[in-house]
């Protein structure tokens, strides 16, 4: 079903330049839109891309809209990725297929377990005993919600999501390790996003905490005790240990790495692949990844990092050294 500009400004706001009845059959990048699609240009460095673009029409800041103007229609908005990932919820909204069954056949859902009326679990499903789904949550298929652990309201738990499996609780012992049974739970907020086969370990004796608006990607681990801050994002293949604290509004980048028992600050944004090994007090953005080179480049700087140690207490020596006539 087509969109007319007019109808999605009167929806989203923006200022329209263009025909408000001409139709757009699709949203597409900039890149491969054809002259039946909605596009965006999030960058000034993608202005060449917004020149060459045959889409039907394309959403610019107010610093692009000379750009925008010499190649046909566009609107105008404060901040074009933004205005296009609301369009692209008015856009699924408006193509809805009808709603399925609200829980699927194929899911076990436990006669203790408490699911909102308006929540719906997908196929093959689990919901153990005692654990609670709330209003307007939405659990893809193979999703696994364990004993007593809670999801909040217009939650998303994408396909093969595990909350609530034991966490990694071992004792040393002369006989092997001895488990340390993991009596928590896992309490997570409202309008939190997991991507597909995340697991979030229950805690050892306190839950593991998602607070409101917490975003997950792909293959995450999440140890158990951890806190997640209200509104933290964290890309694909992230690690976190078990009772770390993440404050909120954070990010962390793909591959990143949380080492147990640390805390970190509200607004700290941590690049990917790289591993926080100490607790981080202060806002900011924090790096520790070494840059890819040659291998033999590699191996000599890396040869050279090994004796930084040596090479300075021979510096505080010949510093303390007295000067030689």
């Given at each position: 079903?087509?969109?007319?500009?007019?109808?999605?400004?009167?929806?989203?706001?923006?200022?329209?330049?263009?025909?408000?009845?001409?139709?757009?059959?699709?949203?597409?990048?900039?890149?491969?839109?054809?002259?039946?699609a909605?596009?965006?240009?999030?960058?000034?460095?993608?202005?060449?891309?917004?020149?060459?673009s045959?889409?039907?029409?394309?959403?610019?800041?107010?610093?692009?809209?000379?750009?925008?103007?010499?190649?046909?229609?566009?609107?105008?908005?404060a901040?074009?990725?933004?205005?296009?990932?609301?369009?692209?919820?008015?856009?699924?909204?408006?193509?809805?297929?009808?709603?399925?069954?609200?829980?699927?056949?194929s899911?076990v859902?436990?006669?203790?377990?408490?699911?909102?009326?308006?929540?719906?679990?997908?196929?093959?499903?689990?919901?153990?005993?005692?654990?609670?789904?709330?209003?307007?949550?939405?659990?893809?298929?193979?999703?696994?919600?364990?004993?007593?652990c809670?999801?909040?309201?217009?939650?998303?738990?994408?396909?093969?999501?595990?909350?609530?499996?034991?966490?990694?609780?071992?004792?040393?012992?002369?006989?092997?390790?001895?488990?340390?049974?993991?009596?928590?739970?896992v309490?997570?907020?409202?309008?939190?996003?997991?991507?597909?086969n995340t697991?979030?370990?229950r805690?050892?004796?306190?839950?593991?905490?998602?607070?409101?608006?917490?975003?997950?990607?792909?293959?995450?681990?999440?140890?158990?005790?951890?806190?997640?801050?209200?509104n933290?994002?964290?890309?694909g293949?992230?690690?976190?240990?078990?009772?770390?604290?993440?404050?909120?509004?954070?990010?962390?980048?793909?591959?990143?790495?949380?080492?147990?028992?640390?805390?970190?600050?509200?607004?700290?944004?941590?690049?990917?692949?790289t591993?926080?090994?100490?607790?981080?007090?202060?806002?900011?953005?924090?790096?520790?990844?070494?840059?890819?080179?040659?291998?033999?480049?590699?191996?000599?700087?890396?040869?050279?990092?090994?004796?930084?140690?040596?090479?300075?207490?021979?510096?505080?020596?010949?510093?303390?050294?007295?000067?030689?006539?």
């Amino acid at each position: 079903m087509a969109l007319q500009l007019g109808a999605i400004v009167d929806a989203l706001g923006g200022e329209l330049h263009g025909d408000a009845m001409l139709s757009i059959e699709r949203l597409s990048p900039l890149q491969n839109a054809q002259p039946d699609a909605l596009s965006f240009l999030s960058h000034p460095k993608y202005q060449q891309e917004l020149a060459a673009s045959r889409a039907a029409c394309v959403i610019v800041s107010p610093a692009m809209s000379e750009a925008a103007a010499a190649r046909g229609a566009y609107i105008v908005a404060a901040d074009p990725y933004l205005y296009f990932a609301r369009l692209t919820q008015l856009w699924k909204s408006s193509h809805a297929r009808p709603e399925a069954e609200r829980i699927h056949p194929s899911a076990v859902v436990h006669p203790e377990a408490q699911v909102d009326p308006t929540a719906r679990i997908g196929a093959l499903c689990v919901v153990e005993r005692g654990a609670r789904i709330g209003a307007g949550t939405v659990l893809k298929s193979r999703v696994t919600v364990s004993e007593d652990c809670t999801i909040g309201e217009r939650c998303l738990l994408h396909p093969g999501v595990v909350i609530g499996a034991d966490g990694f609780g071992l004792a040393p012992s002369k006989e092997g390790w001895v488990k340390i049974e993991q009596l928590g739970a896992v309490r997570v907020g409202n309008d939190v996003e997991i991507g597909a086969n995340t697991c979030i370990d229950r805690g050892a004796l306190d839950d593991t905490v998602l607070e409101d608006g917490v975003k997950l990607d792909n293959l995450i681990q999440i140890g158990h005790n951890v806190r997640i801050g209200r509104n933290t994002a964290m890309a694909g293949c992230v690690g976190v240990a078990g009772s770390a604290t993440i404050g909120a509004n954070c990010t962390f980048g793909g591959g990143a790495i949380v080492l147990g028992h640390l805390s970190v600050a509200d607004n700290v944004h941590v690049s990917a692949a790289t591993v926080v090994t100490r607790s981080i007090r202060k806002a900011g953005q924090y790096t520790g990844m070494f840059p890819i080179d040659d291998n033999a480049t590699w191996e000599k700087n890396a040869a050279t990092l090994k004796q930084l140690h040596s090479l300075r207490e021979r510096l505080k020596a010949l510093e303390k050294a007295p000067p030689q006539q």
